[in-house]
């Protein structure tokens, strides 16, 4: 059945796909656009059938949150020295997109829940998107000008393909699917198996061991290896700890593209010295990281467990392996008391039973998997995937296009180790097998040939809540044809740069072309610089020392208005200062405006405006403010001076 026509389809409601339709209706008020949403809820991850009692995030409160809405306090019993439990960011969700309000529609009243996009291909104007809604299963074809990927990494369940799976005879359950089972409050559960190796994993395990089960973790040899896990215990507040990690001088201490190539990083990826600073540095990170659980020092009960299976097999800088944030108090007591920890293959599954490769037999009632998850792109077909520059199978991918990126890489992994001298002798480590070709986006969003689809909450992040908003307002841009992009060989040259330092920096996890764990700031700051946005930096000194956080993102929206202005609205936003959407201002509208041209700028965001009765002089030379509450104003001149100075020093 053919469906409507919009101007923007966004794939996925969760916290990319909700900055991404705030944003392009900020600039767009009246433009027709719709999210496509698989679930009954947004939240991607976060949504409220997938979250559980243990699960926490991994940012501290005052950091896990949109810029323009602030967060409640959770309770302090819901809260581990700054992190707090999962829930909340749910509720949070739920409540953003009913307080955003455009041409008298909210956020909500936009998206499609329980829509499963099954198809999506080009076509003449646009996308076509198939797809059918639960419950009727009706195929439903939507038709839109621009197409916006927002399914995110951690939609799709990576589960392991056990043989003898048919036989086993009891539940296997994804992480994805933890917070709606039953398996730990049904008593004929007594025996959990936990496969995986990462922060999902150890969340299962510590979940079943609190709930009374007798619990086995078993991580394959074939595979990365334990995860580290850093405990948000700790003498400073996590809060302190994250801030430490966005402050742009610390960015320098680990090797990026998005760092300047200055004095001050030739310094220290260049010379005897510096790199010297530097090992010393990561070492003492890692022996911090390292020695914190005790592997070896918990008794002989811990011993006798298998509890040193858990001691990550590379350093913590390289991260090869999975991460995470530890936010129970107890947990290492936990884990070295009460769980049977195997560093070992499964050879079969057989009736109520796992026999490892070694031969032992590990008796058990359900199987819960923490073993990751793969990109939500199966919906476009083949020869999409390599003109759209996303993963796909290395033996599909065009063999005139693979020795084209092999010359590519080839050249910037020289260009790499030349700049990274550090990078050319990882350790000993286990290198996941490439099975895929890398994303290869431009900044991370872009396809190379296509301008009217993006894709965002693509690349493996710290924090998904800034890096959703800054990569909001370079896709609008980006759609709106207001960026200057490179020529196409320059943005070749570009990602293939970004794919081999990947691998150099992040070894297995660096595969994909996507992870950049330890780049944020510098990855934001990027993604403004090219549209010539700048209130995100401070004066001098403090733009280098003072971390970065949501209140640098209070004044991008009114600049970048006034850089590169806003769409008439036509209707009341009717809600006041809560529909965000009601600061109208013409295009292109001048920096200065002549006293005579200023309409009323303190208007109540209620009332509506006939904009008919604005002549075509007011509306170029004026700006209309809608809000009751006034945009901040823009950085000096003087005050951007000193930004783009400390930039150079920097």
């Known amino acids: 059945m053919e469906g409507p026509r919009f101007d923007v389809a966004v794939i996925g409601a969760g916290i990319s796909g909700i900055a991404a339709a705030k944003f392009y209706l900020d600039i767009h008020p009246n433009c027709k656009l719709i999210l496509l949403e698989k679930d009954a809820s947004v939240g991607g991850v976060w949504n409220q059938s997938r979250v559980f009692d243990t699960f926490y995030t991994q940012s501290p409160f005052g950091t896990w949150e949109y810029s323009d809405m602030p967060m409640p306090r959770p309770p302090e019993e819901d809260m581990f020295n700054g992190v707090f439990k999962a829930k909340y960011t749910s509720q949070y969700l739920e409540e953003y997109i009913d307080r955003r309000v455009y041409a008298s529609k909210t956020i909500r009243q936009r998206i499609k829940f329980k829509f499963h996009v099954q198809h999506i ?112 215990e700790s003498k400073f507040p996590s809060k302190t700890i994250y801030a430490l990690g966005t402050m742009r001088i610390v960015t320098t201490l680990t090797p990026s593209l998005f760092n300047a190539d200055s004095w001050w990083n030739r310094f220290l990826q260049r010379t005897r010295i510096g790199k010297k600073q530097l090992t010393n540095f990561w070492d003492a ?26 001691k990550p097999i590379s350093p913590v800088f390289w991260q090869n392996q999975g991460a995470g944030l530890i936010n129970r108090p107890n947990f290492w007591d936990t884990i070295a008391q009460n769980v049977q920890i195997h560093y070992e293959d499964i050879q079969e599954l057989q009736k109520n039973n796992i026999r490892l ?75 996941t097998p490439m099975t895929e070709t ?90 403004f610089h090219e549209l010539g946005l700048s209130s995100h930096r401070r004066f001098w000194l403090w733009d280098a020392f003072v971390p970065t956080g949501k209140k640098d993102l209070h004044r991008l929206r009114a ?3 006034d850089k590169f202005g806003q769409e008439i609205a036509t209707q009341s936003s009717g809600k006041g200062n809560e529909g965000f959407g009601a600061h109208w201002v013409p295009w292109r509208q001048p920096r200065e405006q002549s006293p005579s041209s200023k309409l009323d700028e303190t208007a109540s965001s209620t009332r509506t405006i006939n904009t008919a009765s604005i002549s075509p002089r007011q509306r170029i030379s004026s700006r209309i403010r809608l809000s009751s509450r006034p945009a901040p104003p823009l950085r000096s001149r003087w005050s951007r001076t000193w930004s783009r100075f400390s930039k150079v020093i920097w």
């Open 121 to 232: 291909t080009k076509e003449c104007g646009g996308w076509a998107i198939s797809g059918s809604s639960s419950p009727s299963r009706q195929e439903v074809v939507v038709h839109s000008a621009k197409l916006i990927i927002a399914s995110g990494l951690t939609s799709v369940p990576k589960m392991p393909r056990l043989s003898g799976q048919e036989n086993f005879g009891y539940p296997i359950i994804h992480q994805k699917d933890f917070g709606q089972s039953t398996v730990l409050s049904t008593p004929d559960f007594e025996r959990i198996t936990v496969l995986g190796s990462a922060k999902s994993a150890a969340d299962l395990v510590y979940d079943s061991v609190q709930a009374g089960k007798k619990v086995t973790w078993i991580i394959r040899k074939t595979g990365t290896g334990p995860g580290f896990f850093v405990s948000a």
């Open 285 to 310: 990170v890692n022996k911090s990281v390292a020695d914190a659980p005790k592997f070896y020092d918990r008794g002989p009960e811990a011993k006798k467990n298998g509890f040193h299976n858990l």
């Open 438 to 527: 890398p994303y290869r986006l431009y900044n991370g969003i872009a396809p190379l040939r296509d301008h009217s689809i993006v894709f965002v909450g693509h690349v493996m992040i710290a924090n998904y809540f800034r890096v959703a908003e800054c990569q909001a307002i370079w896709a609008t841009a980006y759609l709106d044809d207001k960026v200057k992009i490179p020529p196409l060989e320059q943005r070749q040259r570009m990602v293939a740069l970004f794919v081999a330092l990947c691998r150099r920096r992040y070894l297995s996890n660096g595969n994909k072309g996507h992870w950049m764990s330890a780049e944020q700031t510098g990855y934001t700051d990027r993604l």
């Open 357 to 431: 490769k070694s031969g032992e037999d590990i008796r058990c009632d359900a199987i819960l998997c923490g073993t990751g998850w793969t990109p939500s792109l199966s919906f476009f077909d083949q020869d999409l995937l390599a003109d759209l520059g996303i993963p796909q199978p290395i033996e599909t991918f065009p063999l005139d296009e693979a020795k084209m990126w092999e010359r590519l890489e080839g050249d910037a992994d020289r260009e790499v180790l030349n700049r990274f001298p550090f990078l050319a002798d990882p350790p000993e480590h286990y290198h």
């Open 559 to 561: 600049e970048y208005i």
